[in-house]
């Protein structure tokens, strides 16, 4: 079966290109992708152009209701949703469940448009003179996601985007897509005018088409640094407005006062859970201390061999298969250069077989220790059920080697001390951080972003910083001159002094 483009409220085919969907979990191919062409990709530009004017003159609250319908639709497909989620990226059911909720409170922000648009007013800015800010929508807006959350990252772009007043155009990741239309789909049930949601599938064609597309004047990117900063470059070189979230490497401190048992049941969950394809997955344990290290390691391992993995859509389980055949190559790749590099494997997840998903993509938990600066393992962002432990003496030379780490996603500390986790939170050059918090994916009335190469633009994501992203300010100032009144030109500059 071959997927379709959303494109003007219809689906339709497009392109003769097309890519293999898989079900990670027994190794199939289930469906087929088309991908995009100049042709299909222009007609969905024309669709979002053509939708533009009379959204934009939709009263925010009159959008705000179209998406109270949308929550309530996702929340009552949530069962069909989570099951193509998990069938096609891998991840378990509950794992699933948790991401189109994180996805659904995006959708509860932005049912508050008329007061997130409610603009700024000063009476009185001068002598009789008013002014005003306005936020208006930018015109057509792209987004463009990765595989590891179909449902999530999508929707901390569209719904805030067309609850501000723009058309939008989302190419989704490839390797999973199904969900994502899915849920476009609900939202044009919704009532959502045709157009103002446009799903164009496709790879790098459909992604330069969208930079290039003089009428696509904004670009959201999630997805891995290099082409985030290919995005980000060849977009503001085009004048276009991008935000562009990329990779990550974050490191979780665990210092000598911490709770050893909380400890490392949150960094089983953080560090293992989705398979680590998460950009917020904690990949480096920092131990400050060898008896930490020593000690935290000698409780991980039981608790990574007892590790339950199977297909995604059975319940129960901690962890899935990694998303395609291809990333599974590159995760064991990066665990054999690990061992070649001297870093000690100390279990080894390469060995998992699960019963009759013999062809399924799956590796058990590995974990490294005597892992150092210098090493692959340590450098680049593997994305796969891999923890790496980094010893260090102090709290002072755990941050000063997080801060020299190219990516700065997110972080946390583990500890009992109030100074330590004070100076951490202050010291630390990462955009999210945690205390005794091992995912701290900020809420949807935050907003969520890296620093340093986990993101290009200045913006980040959703929340109030999603609102100025997908707005431009328009400053009013006004004067009604009385009746009959003869005015002077005034030459100097004109100030209230
Ligand atoms: P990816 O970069 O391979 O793909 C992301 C998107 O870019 C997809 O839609 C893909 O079709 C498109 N793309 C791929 N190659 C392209 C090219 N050469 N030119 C133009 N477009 C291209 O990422 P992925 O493997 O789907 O997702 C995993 C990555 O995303 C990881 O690096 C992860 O850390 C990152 N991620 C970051 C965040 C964040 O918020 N910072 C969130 C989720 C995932």
Not at 71 to 91: A, F, M, P, W, Y
Request: aromatic share 8%.
């Amino acid at each position: 079966m071959s997927l379709k483009h959303l494109i003007g409220g219809q689906l339709v085919d497009g392109g003769s290109r097309r890519a293999p969907v898989y079900n990670p979990s027994t190794g199939a191919v289930i469906r087929e992708v088309p991908l995009a062409d100049a042709a299909t990709l222009q007609q969905a530009v024309d669709a979002a152009q053509a939708a533009f004017p009379a959204w934009r003159n939709t009263p925010p609250a009159k959008r705000a209701q179209v998406l109270f319908r949308f929550k309530q639709l996702l929340e009552s497909n949530e069962e069909r949703l989570v099951q193509l989620i998990s069938e096609e990226h891998g991840k378990t059911l509950e794992d699933a469940a948790g991401e189109l909720r994180r996805g659904i409170e995006n959708v509860e922000y932005a049912t508050a448009a008329p007061e997130l648009l409610k603009g700024e007013y000063n009476r009185n800015a001068g002598p009789s003179i008013d002014t005003w800010s306005d936020f208006q929508p930018l015109g057509v807006v792209a987004g463009i996601t990765p595989f590891n959350f179909p449902a999530m990252v999508p929707l901390w772009m569209y719904p805030l985007a067309i609850a501000c007043g723009n058309t939008f155009i989302l190419k989704p990741s490839e390797r999973d897509p199904s969900s994502t239309l899915a849920i476009a789909q609900l939202f044009e049930e919704a009532g959502l005018p045709k157009g103002v949601l446009n799903v164009v599938h496709g790879d790098k064609e459909a992604v330069d088409g969208l930079i290039d597309a003089p009428e696509v004047k904004a670009l959201s990117f999630v997805g891995s640094t290099p082409i985030a900063e290919y995005i980000y470059a060849r977009g503001t070189a085009k004048g276009k407005r991008v935000q562009a979230l990329g990779g990550a490497k974050n490191h979780a401190v665990v210092m000598p006062d911490a709770d050893l048992g909380n400890t490392v049941n949150a960094l089983m969950g953080a560090a293992y859970g989705s398979c680590g394809e998460r950009c917020m997955a904690i990949s480096v344990a920092v131990c400050v201390g060898d008896q930490v290290a020593d000690a935290l390691i000698a409780r991980l391992v039981p608790e990574i061999e007892k590790l339950k993995v199977g297909p995604g859509t059975q319940c129960g389980l901690d962890m899935g298969p990694l998303v395609t055949g291809a990333h599974l190559d590159k995760v064991t790749g990066y665990v054999a250069d690990g061992v070649a590099a001297g870093a000690k494997l100390v279990v080894d997840g390469r060995s998992l077989k699960v019963a009759d998903h013999e062809e399924g993509f799956f590796l058990g938990g590995c974990l490294f220790d005597q892992v150092t600066p210098e090493m692959r393992i340590y450098k680049e962002e593997i994305f796969g059920p891999v923890l790496c432990v980094v010893r260090v003496k102090s709290l002072e030379e755990g941050i000063a080697l997080i801060n020299a780490h190219e990516y700065g996603n997110g972080t946390c500390i583990f500890t009992r001390d109030g100074e330590a986790a004070r100076l951490f939170g202050d010291q630390i050059e990462v955009g999210m951080v945690g205390i005794n918090v091992p995912l701290p994916v900020p809420v949807a009335y935050h907003s969520f972003g890296g620093w340093k190469r986990s993101l290009f633009g200045d913006l980040h994501a959703y929340g109030p910083d999603g609102v100025r992203f997908y707005t431009r300010r328009k400053t009013i100032t006004q004067r009604w001159p009385q009746r009959e009144t003869q005015e002077a030109s005034q030459f100097a500059f004109p100030s209230n002094g």
